[in-house]
């Protein structure tokens, strides 16, 4: 979608954002800290990495909407 406006996206999509970030939370997996949204099965989906090494960002295991158990993350 493409919406053309002098507005910030922040204000237009304001209740969006909102209920959207409520859902993620940031865990501990394998000693990496991410930012996940956990799901109804027991897992939790992959959002965004909160690592300072370089090569957590490598692993293809924990990209971007890869699947993770939540039982084994520290909250």
Known sequence: MILWTVADCEE???????????RLQKVEYQGIQLL???LENG???VERIL?????????SDLSPGMHIP????TI
């Open 51 to 59: 690592s300072m090494r370089p090569k957590d960002f490598l692993r």
């Open 43 to 45: 897992l939790a989906r």
């Open 12 to 22: 237009i999509m304001y209740n969006m954002l909102e209920s959207y970030s409520v």
């Open 36 to 38: 996940v949204e956990p």
């Open 70 to 73: 939540l039982h084994t993350c």
